[in-house]
């Protein structure tokens, strides 16, 4: 059975209503990176980070995976299928992906301040000053810059023995997660899936389908059932 992972970003959410830092109409034109998706920005103003994280949850609520999501999932039933996010919502999991890693965190948790507990608490709000067990402040379980991303090493080998690699809704500008396209096996199938212009590595060869995640979904299940591998519809 091949081996496909799954690469995805912010685009692939995009359809289900999730805000994007770096869209026209995003989080980065309401509010400043650094204040609400930086180590010091939490340690700056927490009160801010707990409302846009509670804020997060509340659109995440009313979100449902798309058909980008859903394709994905269903391919499990053909390929050993790997999803690694960046996205911290829980979309692909929903869509009943069952292997997938966040890379950045998960917006339905939160923890201590050292991360040694966590918490999952769904899409519900986080009170501000809200403490945990240990009597520290309670915060958001996600990555932020400045913090170190705990599985980029296990994610770093999945991708070194896949067959086929999909990117979809990726701007490849936020690192380390934009260098895990160099770990791809030479014979690796590479493919992109973003209707915008993403720069790739001049040395590797990548199959761009210039479309948004359900309709580049839709292309590439055409394209891998011509690997006479039955796709199922979502």
Not at 88 to 114: P, Q, W, Y
Not at 143 to 170: C, H, M, Q, R
């Amino acid at each position: 059975m091949k081996r496909i992972v799954f690469l995805t970003g912010a685009g692939m959410s995009a359809e289900s209503g999730i805000s994007t830092f770096r869209d026209s109409g995003g989080l980065w034109e309401k509010y400043d990176v650094m204040e609400v998706a930086s180590i010091d920005g939490w340690r700056k103003n927490p009160d801010l980070m707990t409302k846009f994280y509670n804020e997060r949850r509340a659109q995440l609520d009313k979100a449902m995976p798309n058909e980008g999501h859903k394709l994905i999932s269903q391919l499990e039933k053909s390929f050993k299928v790997t999803v690694i996010t960046q996205n911290v919502d829980n979309l692909h999991e929903r869509a009943l992906s069952s292997d997938v890693i966040h890379l950045h965190g998960e917006l339905t948790k939160v923890c201590n301040e050292s991360k040694s507990e966590v918490y999952d608490i769904g899409t519900k709000a986080v009170a501000i000053g809200e403490r945990a067990v240990d009597g520290s402040r309670v915060r958001p379980f996600i990555v932020w810059f400045g913090e170190a991303v705990p599985l980029i090493e296990k994610a770093a080998n999945i991708v070194s023995n896949a067959d086929i690699v999909v990117i979809i809704g990726t701007s490849m500008q936020v690192y380390p997660a934009a260098g895990l396209i160099h770990y791809a096996k030479k014979d690796a199938e590479i493919f992109l899936i973003d209707p915008n212009d993403v720069s790739t590595p001049p040395f590797v060869s990548v199959n761009v389908i210039k479309e948004k995640a359900s309709v580049g979904m839709r292309i590439l299940s055409e394209k891998l059932s011509s690997y006479n591998i039955s796709i199922a519809s979502p």
